[in-house]
């Protein structure tokens, strides 16, 4: 991972979404995600006894539903001290590799980001 340079506002939006997510519905991670028109698309971690989905995963899933064709950036609010491999691919998948991805800790705070791919 590289460190994190000075993010624009519109990144630092991802940031407080996927933040806010994550306290509101009191999962693990919260993430979003901006497509190419700018929309934002914002999820927490899914865990049912039949579907796992990480955060990211499913706000990438989300944004494919509502008609995505590329993202812009992605940011994850999390303890985790790495992206994980799944959620660079999925991000990857929709966006290519070279869409940022953020990793901040659950105070909002930007950890590092990464390419997806």
Do not use: C, F, H, W
Not at 34 to 47: N, P
Not at 58 to 67: D, K, L
Not at 94 to 104: E, K
């Amino acid at each position: 991972m590289s460190e994190t340079v000075a993010l624009g506002p519109e990144d630092q939006k991802i940031i407080t979404l996927a933040r806010s997510t994550r306290a509101r519905n009191g999962v693990p991670e919260g993430a979003a995600v901006r497509d190419e028109t700018g929309r934002t698309y914002v999820a927490g971690t899914v865990a049912l006894p039949s579907l796992q989905l990480s955060a990211l995963q499913t706000a990438v899933a989300m944004a494919v539903a509502s008609g995505a064709t590329s993202l812009e950036a992605a940011a994850v609010v999390s303890e985790a001290t790495a992206v994980a491999a799944e959620d660079l691919a999925a991000v990857r998948d929709l966006g290519g590799p070279q869409t940022p991805v953020i990793l901040a800790g659950p105070d909002g705070a930007p950890r590092a980001t990464v390419a997806a791919g």
